[in-house]
């Protein structure tokens, strides 16, 4: 298999050119082989991030093309690096005692195949906004394929989906080890499907999927929508599973029916167990949150900071993880303390009392599309679909009522539409909003959102 490895890498080589090579793929050394997965380790956490985030794909892609398989890599850091930590660089004194590497310990009992052990149920932190997912996760976590099956969770980005999943697994293979879990992205799923389809293994998927799990964990099923062979795939899989009576769990961004080209079969099979939503945090979960991760990564940061951001950063809980890294990673480099103004300044918001700042088409774009969780291009499109013309409609009205912006103008921000679309849209619906309060409310809402949108993060260094 090293053979493989370094041939594969080597490969890669003039696709990716010497530097990026020499920097971020030759330090990684082959540790281990298990089957189809291959134990890397790297210097240090930071390669070790970036390489997954940049050019892991690039690889496994490049090793299924030479082997027609599959196979997974996990990556450690190195021992001398996990010694000292903060030291990076290797102090002065070292330079007259070149010592070799000391030789690695034996490396822990993996979790199940692709599980990020950061997320786990200790560090979920439970508010109103996923009291229903968090606590139904925790119970088919305890008691797998007895009482929530299927278990489908939905929400939009950034906002647990993938935590609670992981802390399924974890859960799972700790108290009951010899429970084979498969956790996979709907992507890799269809990706492996089909290659197997490919390279005449079929049997090989099959036994993976059906045969020899347990517990199926999928994650993002939205994916799969509109792939007619994938989702015949799933749905035999599912049914396999299901009669067996083994748990499945299944994320997605939106409700089961709501996936448009999702065949109706998988979607009446999503609905037979538990549907549970997340939804965005609220501001004291936003803060819990914050201080957790400023814990975790021991960033000082008082409670009136840790209000004042959560007050600002309200969309999701990767952007709110996120701007507290930036801003403390900002403040450290102006070595300066984390205070309110210094976030107020950073974030380019007041620290009173939020002035009404010019909105733009796009920040109502933003927010709308967020809210109905559909994505920014399906505004933009042609798509005719209620779920995605309702939203558009609203975003066309919002524009107009908010940006100042004139018919034709937003009609060229909404893809090229005619402005008579967009007139068209501010009028129905200003007459649906007179006799449905719910829309009323709804419109309200985001008016709302934006007044206090933030346009954060824009002046940072990131
Ligand atoms: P999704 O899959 O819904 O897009 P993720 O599960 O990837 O979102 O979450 C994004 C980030 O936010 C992750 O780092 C995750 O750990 C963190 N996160 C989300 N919700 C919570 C929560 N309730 N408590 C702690 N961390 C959370
Ligand atoms: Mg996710």
């Known amino acids: 298999m090293s053979n493989i490895w370094s041939?594969?890498?080597?490969?890669?080589?003039?696709?990716?050119?010497?530097?990026?090579?020499?920097?971020?793929?030759?330090?990684?050394?082959?540790?281990?082989?298990?089957?189809?997965r291959l134990l890397l380790t790297a210097p240090n956490r930071f390669m070790k991030e970036w390489f997954e985030n940049h050019y892991r794909d690039v690889v496994l892609d490049e090793l299924r093309a030479r082997t027609a398989q599959d196979f997974h890599i996990e990556i450690q850091i190195s021992a001398a690096a996990e010694a000292s930590p903060n030291a990076a660089p290797a102090p002065a004194?070292?330079?007259?005692?070149?010592?070799?590497?000391?030789?690695?310990?034996p490396l822990p009992a993996l979790p199940p195949i692709g599980l990020s052990s950061r997320y786990r149920f200790s560090n979920?932190?439970?508010?109103?906004?996923?009291?229903?997912?968090?606590?139904?996760?925790?119970?088919?976590?305890?008691?797998p394929g007895a009482r929530f099956n299927p278990f489908f969770i939905y929400g939009g980005v950034g906002l647990g989906k993938t935590h609670l999943l992981h802390a399924i697994g974890?859960?799972?293979?700790?108290?009951?080890?010899?429970?084979?879990?498969?956790?996979?992205?709907?992507?890799?799923?269809?990706?492996?499907?089909?290659?197997?389809v490919r390279f005449n293994q079929f049997d090989q998927?099959?036994?993976?999927?059906?045969?020899?799990?347990?517990?199926?964990?999928?994650?993002?099923?939205?994916?799969i929508a509109g792939r007619d062979r994938t989702m015949?795939?799933?749905?035999?899989v599912f049914n396999a599973l299901y009669e067996a009576e083994k748990q499945i769990v299944v994320t997605a961004d939106r409700m089961p029916g709501?996936?448009?080209?999702?065949?109706?079969?998988?979607?009446s099979r999503l609905n037979w167990g538990l549907v549970a939503d997340i939804k965005a945090p609220d501001l004291e979960t936003r803060v819990a949150i914050l201080k957790q991760k400023a814990d975790i990564d021991r960033i000082d940061l008082p409670d009136d900071v840790a209000l004042h951001l959560a007050t600002h950063v309200r969309s999701n809980v990767r952007e709110l993880e996120g701007s507290l890294v930036r801003v403390s990673t900002f403040a450290s480099l102006k070595n300066q303390p984390l205070t309110r103004e210094f976030v107020s300044e950073a974030l380019g918001v007041s620290s009173a009392p939020a002035q009404a700042a010019p909105i733009s088409i796009e920040s109502v774009q933003k927010v709308v599309a967020s809210h109905f969780s559909v994505r920014i291009a399906d505004l933009k499109g042609p798509r005719r679909h209620q779920g995605i013309s309702r939203p558009r409609m609203i975003a066309m009205y919002l524009s107009r009522q908010l940006t100042g912006a004139s018919f034709p103008e937003i009609g060229l921000r909404f893809g090229g539409k005619d402005h008579s679309t967009v007139i068209n849209a501010c009028k129905r619906i200003e007459s649906i909003q007179s006799e449905d309060s719910e829309l009323r409310e709804t419109v309200a809402a985001l008016r709302q959102l934006l007044a206090h949108e933030p346009t954060h993060a824009a002046s940072l260094p990131s």
């Open 7 to 36: 041939e594969a890498i080597q490969g890669l080589q003039p696709r990716l050119g010497a530097q990026t090579y020499d920097l971020w793929i030759r330090p990684l050394e082959l540790r281990q082989v298990q089957g189809q």
């Open 170 to 196: 974890h859960h799972i293979h700790v108290a009951r080890p010899h429970l084979r879990i498969v956790y996979q992205s709907a992507e890799r799923f269809m990706n492996e499907f089909i290659s197997a």
């Open 258 to 267: 709501d996936m448009q080209g999702m065949e109706d079969r998988l979607i």
């Open 205 to 223: 998927f099959r036994a993976r999927y059906r045969q020899d799990c347990d517990v199926l964990l999928i994650d993002d099923i939205q994916f």
């Open 93 to 105: 004194e070292s330079q007259t005692t070149p010592e070799p590497a000391p030789p690695l310990p």
């Open 124 to 143: 979920f932190i439970k508010g109103s906004s996923n009291e229903l997912a968090a606590s139904a996760a925790w119970s088919v976590a305890q008691e």
């Open 232 to 236: 015949d795939e799933f749905f035999h």
